[in-house]
């Protein structure tokens, strides 16, 4: 619990330093689902490269593979800030399983913030 409110003080903290950055969700999404993903996505950005996630989009819409595995490929995507992950994830969000369609959202988001850090090179 204490992890959580630590996270919702940096969040305030970030947020009042620079509230015209703020993007808000337009689904609503579960908090504990998002701090799953947020600490998915930074553990995948240690262990994983770019071209890892690349290589297993395609495990994405094979019926073999764990929710999990989904997971941490939806996640390493997002964080590659590749306009080509950032298509694969709007294709999934379309077509993918309905059970990780909150995690899609939330990777699309990263892959989106990614590319306009990109783009505006900040």
């Given at each position: 619990?204490?992890?959580?409110?630590?996270?919702?003080?940096?969040?305030?903290?970030?947020?009042?330093?620079?509230?015209?950055?703020?993007?808000?969700?337009?689904?609503?999404?579960?908090?504990?689902?998002?701090?799953?993903?947020?600490?998915?996505?930074?553990?995948?950005?240690?262990?994983?490269?770019?071209?890892?996630?690349?290589?297993?989009?395609?495990y994405?819409?094979?019926?073999?593979?764990?929710?999990?595995?989904?997971?941490e490929?939806?996640?390493?995507?997002?964080?590659?800030?590749?306009?080509?992950?950032?298509?694969?994830?709007?294709?999934?969000?379309?077509?993918?399983?309905?059970?990780?369609?909150?995690?899609?959202?939330?990777?699309?988001?990263?892959?989106?913030?990614?590319?306009?850090s990109?783009?505006?090179?900040?």
């Amino acid at each position: 619990m204490e992890e959580h409110e630590n996270l919702y003080e940096k969040i305030q903290e970030i947020v009042g330093t620079n509230p015209g950055n703020l993007k808000i969700l337009e689904q609503q999404i579960d908090m504990d689902l998002q701090l799953e993903y947020y600490e998915c996505s930074r553990r995948v950005k240690e262990d994983r490269d770019s071209a890892w996630a690349l290589e297993h989009i395609q495990y994405l819409n094979e019926p073999g593979y764990s929710l999990e595995v989904k997971k941490e490929i939806l996640a390493r995507l997002a964080s590659t800030g590749k306009v080509e992950s950032f298509r694969a994830l709007e294709s999934y969000l379309e077509e993918g399983e309905p059970s990780l369609r909150h995690w899609t959202v939330l990777s699309l988001n990263e892959c989106r913030m990614q590319l306009e850090s990109k783009i505006l090179d900040e």
